[in-house]
């Protein structure tokens, strides 16, 4: 089992920046995935940033350029640096984990950590 904690949210000013912490801990062997997924009011629950077990990232569109995902080296902890923060980045951030083990998939949710840029 996977548990996993946000944290570094906050209120910040367009144009600002944050960076997002995701800790994991338990059978983290077995997480081939993880993501920063995050959700806005009234709006479906969209992907950030994800990384694989190699190492390879995608981005969606809205976060190119501005948006970096990383992971330290005992893959325990997964950050999220947003640059150039926009109005429109705020939502509820959720830090996501695949695992898989003994032949089942499992998704792992935090508890989200809020984002809100306004001036």
């Known amino acids: 089992q996977v548990q996993l904690v946000e944290s570094g949210g906050g209120l910040e000013q367009p144009g600002g920046s944050l960076r997002l912490s995701c800790a994991a801990s338990g059978t983290i062997f077995s997480i081939y995935y993880m993501g920063w997924y995050r959700q806005a009011p009234g709006k479906q629950r969209e992907l950030v940033a994800d990384i694989s077990n190699g190492g390879s990232t995608n981005y969606a569109d809205s976060v190119k350029g501005r948006f970096t995902i990383s992971r330290d080296s005992a893959k325990k902890n997964v950050y999220l640096q947003m640059n150039s923060l926009k109005p429109e980045d705020t939502a509820v951030y959720f830090c996501?984990?695949?695992?898989?083990?003994?032949?089942?998939?499992?998704?792992?949710w935090g508890q989200g950590t809020q984002v809100t840029v306004s001036s």
């Open positions: 996501n984990a695949k695992s898989w083990d003994s032949g089942f998939i499992a998704n792992f």
